[in-house]
C-alpha cells in the first residue's frame, strides 16, 4: 500500500490522533495513517462533510459503528473507536501490514494448496464473527482480505449494516462479488456474504471472478443465470464453494458449517438458512428447516478472544465506498430485474512497471496546438498529444492478466512465459468502467507523467449502450462520473477512446431496435460526453466508427455526425474486429471522406468525385491489438459463424504508435485486449461449447491463457 504525504486542506488533527499520511480515498471519505496517543500506528477513515447530506446519515452511521465494534476480532481488523458526534466524523480500526488477496494474486498469481486452504478458513472464520455479532458484510471480495503477516483479515464494514436494518434491501456491493438476491435488489442477508465468499476463495484459486467480467449488465446477467467458473479448484474444496455459490440463499452452508468442513474435512449441512439442504454431519444456522443431512442445529455461536496486537495494521484503501444518492444511483435493468447499485473499482496503484513504446508523429498531420481547418475539431485551445511535432510513448502498466501468465509458466514454460511478458508491456488502453474511478485515473495520470508517456483510456460504461434497458436517472450519472473522471485527467496529456459499439447499437435503429430512447438521444449524449472531456486542453477524444460492412460506411457518417464529430478530435476503428491495418486504414478514409463531404455539402450521400481538402477531414485511430493476421474466413460452414468471436489463427498486429505514415491516421493503438475472450462462441449450433475449438470459451471479458498465447505466437509483426 502506497502512503502518500498530506495534502493541502488534509488536517494534522483528527481528535486524538495525529495524521502521518493518506493511504487512500473513496466515495465516503478519506483514509489515514495515523498515530494515537500512545503511539500505535492506526487506520483512520475520516467521513466527507456531504455524508451529513444524506437523511439520518448520523444515526446510521452510529448504528454501524456500534454493529461493528460487537465483531470479534477473529480474523478481522477491529474498529478501535470513533465519532459520530462532532464536527468532522471518523472512524479508527486497527492498521494491518500486508498486501490485498487482489494485488497478491494479480503479483505473484494464484494461490495453491494450504494457502488457499488456510485462506478460505480464514475468512469463514471472520464471517462467523461478523454474523455471529448480527451483521451483514455485504462487499466482502478480494480488496477487503489482507494477507497479513499473522494471517488473513477481512476489513472494512464501511457497508456493514445490521442484519435486521430497516434498509437491509439496500444493493450495495461489487458487482463481480455480489449474490444474486443482491442484484436483484432482494434482502441481503448472511447468506449474501457466504456467496461472496465462493466468489473471492474462486478468484485466490483461479485468478479472476467466478462469473467474469465486462459490462456491468451482462456481469450480472451471469451471476443470476450462469454457473461459475471454477479453475484451480479441486477436491473438497471445490464442492465447498460450488455450493456456497448456489443462487438459492437458502441452499447455502452458514460460516460455521463452512469452518466444520473445513477444519475437520466432515461434511457439513447446506440447508442452513430456514431452506431445505443436502449433505451429511452437523449445520448450524438461523433457520430450522429441512434436508437430506444427518445432523441439524441452530444458531450461530461468536466466541471470544483476544487480538493480535499493536503491529496489525489495516490498510483500508480498499474500503472506502461511494453511496449514489437515489438520483443519481446507477440502475442497471438486467432480464427484467432492477438492481440499484452502489459500487466502486478494486484498487490501482501507481507502482506498476510503465509499459512503453516509442513513438514519433506524422508528418503533415494538425500543428501542436491540435487545431485544424475546416472541421473545428478540436478547438485551437486543446491540444492533442497524438498529433505533437515532438516524439511520444504510450504509457500503461503491466497488462495484469499476460504478466500473471508470465508469472505462472516462467519454470515450466520459460519460452511461453517470455512471450507473455512481452505482450504484458506492450501499451493497452486502460478500461473505466466502474462508477469510482477516480483513485485509478489518478494514479495512471501521475505514473504516465512520471514516465513521460500518454495514457489511453477506453471507457465503456453508458447506460443502454448493449440494448439493454437504462433507467431515467442512470444516463445523469453517467454524465456526472464522466465529469469526475475528466476532473481527474485535469491538464494531462491523456487520450479517451469513447464507448466501442455506442454508434453501432443505437437505440432506434436495426442493430438496437429497442422502444427505450431514440438516436437524437444518443447523439446528444455523446455530445455531452465529448464537451465534457474536451474542457480538458490535453485531452483527446475519439468516437466510435465500428468497422467496414458494419453498419455501413454511409450509416456511420450520418451517426458521427450527429454525434459531433466536428467538436471531437477524431473517430476509432476496428476495435470489435480483426481487419487488417491496411483494410482498417481503407476503410477510416473512406468514412473520413463522407463525413466531409456531407458537413461541407449537407447532403446525405458520398459522392466518390467529390473534390476534398485533407486538412480539412477527420482524423481516426486504429486498433491494431488482434489484427495482424487479418480477419477470419471459416473453412467450415456455420448457421452464425461468429467471426468476431475468439476467431482461431489470430495474432496480435502493429504496436501502439503515432508514425503511422497516413497523415489521417494519428496513431495505432491496442485498445482491446489481446488475451481475453469475446464470449461464448457457439456459431449457431446447439451446446456450451466453441465448435470451431472444442472448447467452452471463457465469459466475455475473461482471460484466457491460451488464446493469448495464440495471439502472441501469431503476432505480426512478431513480439520483441
Given at each position: 500500500?502506497?502512503?502518500e ?87 479508527v ?39 455471529g455479532?448480527g451483521?451483514?458484510?455485504?462487499d ?15 476489513i ?25 438476491e ?51 479448484l ?37 440447508g ?21 443431512g ?19 495494521r ?30 466502486r ?63 505462472l ?20 488502453a ?24 500518454v ?31 475528466a ?20 437505440p ?11 438516436p ?37 457518417a ?10 471531437a ?6 476495435t ?45 485511430v ?14 467450415k ?52 461449447q ?17 488464446l ?13
Amino acid at each position: 500500500m502506497t502512503l502518500e504525504v498530506l495534502r493541502d486542506g488534509d488536517p494534522g488533527q483528527v481528535g486524538p490522533y495525529t495524521l502521518l499520511g493518506r493511504l487512500g480515498e473513496g466515495g465516503m471519505g478519506v483514509v489515514y495513517l495515523a498515530r494515537d496517543p500512545v503511539g500505535t500506528r492506526v487506520a483512520v477513515k475520516l467521513l466527507h462533510a456531504r455524508m451529513d447530506a444524506h437523511p439520518d446519515f448520523r444515526r446510521r452511521f452510529a448504528r454501524e459503528v456500534a454493529a461493528a465494534q460487537r465483531v470479534a476480532r477473529f480474523c478481522t481488523a477491529p474498529v478501535l473507536d470513533a465519532d459520530v458526534e462532532g464536527r468532522l466524523a471518523y472512524l479508527v480500526t486497527e492498521y494491518v501490514e500486508g498486501p490485498s488477496l487482489k494485488q497478491a494474486v494479480d503479483t505473484s498469481g494464484p494461490l495453491r494448496g494450504s494457502a488457499l486452504d488456510g485462506l478460505a478458513a480464514s475468512m469463514a472464520m471472520a464471517l462467523r464473527a461478523i454474523h455471529g455479532a448480527g451483521v451483514v458484510h455485504r462487499d466482502l471480495k478480494p480488496s477487503n482480505v489482507l494477507l497479513s503477516q499473522v494471517g488473513p483479515k477481512v476489513i472494512d464494514f464501511g457497508i456493514a449494516w445490521l442484519a435486521d436494518s430497516d434498509a437491509s434491501s439496500t444493493v450495495l456491493g461489487t458487482p463481480a462479488y455480489m449474490s444474486p438476491e443482491q442484484v436483484s435488489g432482494g434482502a441481503a442477508g448472511p447468506a449474501s456474504d457466504i456467496f461472496s465468499w465462493g466468489c473471492t476463495v474462486a478468484f485466490a484459486a483461479g485468478g479472476a471472478p467466478p462469473f467474469g467480467s465486462g459490462s456491468i449488465p451482462s456481469l450480472l446477467l451471469r451471476i443470476v443465470h450462469d454457473p461459475p467458473t471454477l479453475n484451480g479448484l479441486t477436491g473438497p474444496l471445490r464442492d465447498l464453494v460450488l455450493a456456497s455459490l448456489s443462487k438459492d440463499p437458502s441452499a447455502r452452508p452458514t460460516a460455521q458449517a463452512l469452518m466444520d468442513r473445513l477444519s475437520t474435512g466432515t461434511p457439513s449441512g447446506t440447508g442452513s438458512h430456514g431452506g431445505p439442504g443436502t449433505g451429511t454431519g452437523t449445520g448450524t444456522g438461523t433457520g430450522t428447516g429441512t434436508g437430506t443431512g444427518t445432523g441439524t442445529g441452530t444458531g450461530t455461536g461468536t466466541g471470544t478472544g483476544t487480538g493480535t496486537g499493536g503491529k496489525d495494521r489495516m490498510a483500508a484503501v480498499a474500503g472506502q465506498r461511494k453511496v449514489l444518492a437515489a438520483a443519481a444511483a446507477v440502475v442497471v435493468a438486467v432480464g427484467g430485474v432492477s438492481a440499484a447499485l452502489a459500487m466502486r473499482e478494486e484498487p490501482t496503484t501507481a507502482t506498476s512497471t510503465p509499459a512503453t513504446s516509442p513513438a514519433t508523429t506524422t508528418p503533415g498531420t494538425a500543428p501542436a496546438d491540435g487545431k485544424p481547418s475546416a472541421t473545428g475539431n478540436p478547438p485551437a485551445a486543446s491540444r492533442n498529444p497524438l498529433r505533437s511535432t515532438e516524439p511520444i510513448t504510450f504509457y500503461a502498466p503491466e497488462e495484469p492478466g499476460a504478466g500473471r501468465q508470465a508469472a505462472l509458466w516462467k519454470d515450466d514454460r520459460p519460452a511461453d512465459a517470455e512471450l507473455m511478458r512481452k505482450l504484458a508491456q506492450v501499451p493497452h488502453a486502460i478500461r473505466l468502467n466502474q462508477p469510482e474511478v477516480r483513485s485509478k485515473v489518478d494514479a495512471t495520470v501521475t505514473a504516465a507523467e512520471q514516465a513521460g508517456g500518454v495514457p489511453v483510456f477506453l471507457i465503456s460504461y453508458m447506460p443502454g449502450n448493449e440494448c439493454l434497458p437504462a433507467s431515467a436517472s442512470a444516463m445523469p450519472a453517467y454524465q456526472e462520473w464522466l465529469a469526475g473522471v475528466a476532473r481527474q485527467i485535469g491538464a494531462a496529456k491523456a487520450v479517451v477512446i469513447l464507448e466501442p459499439g455506442s454508434l453501432v447499437r443505437v437505440p432506434g435503429t436495426e442493430q438496437c431496435p429497442t422502444r427505450q430512447g431514440s438516436p437524437e438521444q444518443r447523439y446528444q449524449d455523446l455530445r455531452q460526453a465529448v464537451q465534457t472531456l474536451k474542457a480538458n486542453p490535453g485531452t483527446a477524444v475519439y468516437l466510435d466508427g465500428s468497422q467496414d460492412h458494419w453498419p455501413g460506411t454511409e450509416i456511420m457518417a450520418e451517426r458521427l455526425i450527429g454525434a459531433g464529430i466536428d467538436k471531437a478530435d477524431g473517430f476509432f476503428v476496428n476495435t470489435a474486429g480483426y481487419q487488417s491495418t491496411a483494410k482498417s486504414v481503407e476503410y477510416g478514409k473512406a468514412l473520413s471522406a463522407c463525413i466531409s463531404v456531407r458537413l461541407k455539402s449537407g447532403g446525405k450521400t458520398c459522392p466518390q468525385d467529390a473534390g476534398l481538402d485533407p486538412a480539412a477531414m477527420p482524423h481516426f485511430v486504429v486498433d491494431t491489438s488482434r489484427n495482424g493476421q487479418g480477419a477470419w474466413t471459416p473453412k467450415k460452414r456455420y448457421e452464425d459463424p461468429q467471426t468476431w468471436c475468439n476467431p482461431p489463427g489470430r495474432g496480435a498486429g502493429d504496436r501502439p504508435t503515432t508514425e503511422t505514415g497516413e497523415e489521417l491516421v494519428d496513431a495505432y493503438l491496442w485498445i482491446a485486449r489481446a488475451g481475453t475472450s469475446s464470449g461464448r462462441c457457439r456459431r449457431g449450433t446447439d451446446g456450451e461449447q466453441d465448435p470451431e475449438r472444442g472448447v467452452v470459451s471463457p465469459p466475455s471479458g475473461e482471460w484466457w491463457a491460451d488464446l493469448a498465447l495464440e495471439r502472441a505466437k501469431n503476432a505480426n509483426p512478431p513480439l520483441s
